[in-house]
């Protein structure tokens, strides 16, 4: 199965908003509302931000919030901190085969 | 606390085999499933396959069928992901991770990840 389709790099200010997008078919994002992000910084294991499109795990601050439309997910990060430069990934529940799949990735930079 | 700790970083000669241990604690080992992702180096999460720690079920992804295999030991609360007929291209740090249950439902996300395996496959 294809990756999902996320943008290669975003960029913003501190305190700034940003989206980074995920795209996929309905056999995956469309399909289920199991759409989750991860951010990872260089060298380090990724880390759950978000789950089922929308949740967050506690201790995730409330800056980082998520959305679902149609085929596509949304990662939106507020209010944007020097420590939130990282790569991030979406993942997705797929139908096919019983798996799952991942974006290609999305590197932030906090100008 | 609950914490994944894989075994080391290998080095494996092409048409080799190669088995990554991830050794669980803190939690119940066979209430949840057990992931395998991996990343080739300067490239994406690419998921792998899951094991499900109590029956031993598990799913391949496709590209991986007929080369991986996942087990599990219980005594030891340990999973093992083995990838045979290693290619060059298999160079990566291998993940374990664990699939998230929020509410008694498994939720697809995974929340907690080993500290990764390096495997570099080269003559």
């Known amino acids: 199965q294809s990756a999902l389709t996320q943008p290669a790099s975003v960029s913003g200010s501190p305190g700034q908003s940003i989206t980074i997008s995920c795209t996929g078919t309905?056999?995956?994002?469309?399909?289920?509302?199991?759409v989750s992000w991860y951010q990872q910084h260089p060298g380090k294991a990724p880390k759950l931000m978000i789950y089922?499109?929308?949740n967050r795990p506690s201790g995730v601050p409330d800056r980082f919030s998520g959305s679902k439309s149609g085929n596509t997910a949304s990662l939106t990060i507020s209010g944007l901190q020097a420590e939130d430069e990282a790569d991030y990934y979406c993942?997705?529940?797929?139908?096919?085969?019983?798996?799952?799949?991942f974006g290609g990735g999305t590197k932030l930079t906090v100008l | 606390q609950v914490q994944l700790v894989q075994s080391g970083a290998e080095v494996k000669k092409p048409g080799a085999s190669v088995k990554v241990s991830c050794k669980a604690s803190?939690?119940?080992?066979?209430?949840?499933?057990m992931h395998w992702v991996r990343q080739a180096p300067g490239q994406g999460l690419e998921w792998m396959g899951r094991?499900?720690?109590?029956?031993?079920?598990?799913n391949y992804a496709q590209k991986f069928q007929g080369r991986v295999t996942m087990t599990r030991d219980t005594s030891i609360s340990t999973a093992y992901m083995e990838l045979s007929r290693l290619r060059s291209d298999d160079t990566a740090v291998y993940y374990c991770?664990?699939?998230?249950?929020?509410?008694?439902?498994?939720?697809?996300?995974?929340?907690?990840w080993g500290q990764g395996t390096l495997v570099t496959v080269s003559s």
């Open positions: 993942s997705s529940y797929t139908s096919s085969s019983t798996s799952w799949v």
């Open positions: 094991i499900n720690p109590n029956s031993g079920g598990t």
């Open positions: 089922e499109v929308s």
């Open positions: 991770a664990r699939e998230a249950d929020y509410g008694g439902t498994p939720t697809n996300a995974f929340d907690y």
């Open positions: 309905s056999s995956d994002v469309g399909g289920y509302n199991y």
């Open positions: 803190g939690y119940t080992f066979t209430g949840y499933y």
